[in-house]
């Protein structure tokens, strides 16, 4: 809706704005805080994001009493439009770890009875993508394809349909989850209008 995406534009300004007004390159992260959010919240759909999400990250860093808090924070603001966001990879790396996250966001759900739902958190489309992806981000970081120090993306982090999602979750948490997941990401998904009214339109020269 035209109130969300003018909310949404608002937020994407202000975190820009406070990574540039920070000092050493290290904080240089667009971030917002809760007074921000909370004045435009309207007409969004919020999700607990990839591994850098506050709640996600509490539950990377073993902390799920601080990701519960957060998470019930979120949920305060947006009610139903907030939903806790379980992807469908097992990655694990230095301060991330995928299997850590989905099984606390489980828990999280069965606690609060927030609702589930299922991201890719895709970086290409086809699985087969995933070292094509590598070197065109090697491209943009003027990084040697094969050093160790190389970002590698992983073949799991492509779009995966429904199918791949249901048979990735049930084998932990069952069918009758797995489904779930999916249709909750349907039902938000259908909250979200068409997009005719963002202006300027997109011109495919036909």
Not at 83 to 88: K, N, T, V
Not at 162 to 176: L, P, T
Request: net charge neutral; hydrophobic share 35%.
């Amino acid at each position: 809706n035209g109130i969300g995406y003018r909310n949404l534009l608002t937020l994407n300004y202000e975190a820009e704005k406070c990574k540039l007004n920070k000092n050493s390159k290290e904080d240089k992260i667009a971030t917002i805080d809760w007074t921000i959010l909370e004045k435009h919240k309207e007409g969004l759909i919020c999700l607990t994001g990839g591994s850098t999400g506050i709640v996600n990250k509490y539950l990377s860093d073993c902390e799920p009493q601080l990701s519960e808090q957060e998470a019930l924070r979120f949920y305060e603001l947006f009610g139903d439009d907030f939903a806790l966001e379980m992807q469908p990879n097992n990655i694990v790396t230095d301060g991330y770890d995928q299997i850590a996250i989905n099984q606390g966001l489980y828990r999280l759900h069965k606690k609060t009875g927030i609702k589930c739902v299922a991201a890719s958190g895709a970086k290409y489309i086809n699985k087969e993508s995933s070292t094509a992806q590598s070197l065109l981000y090697a491209i943009k970081t003027h990084r040697p394809f094969k050093a160790k120090y190389a970002n590698r993306f992983a073949p799991s982090q492509y779009l995966h349909t429904a199918e791949d999602v249901i048979a990735f979750f049930k084998r932990n948490f069952g069918q009758e989850f797995a489904e779930q997941l999916c249709a909750h990401s349907i039902e938000l998904a259908n909250k979200c209008e068409d997009p005719k009214w963002v202006s300027p339109l997109y011109v495919t020269g036909k």
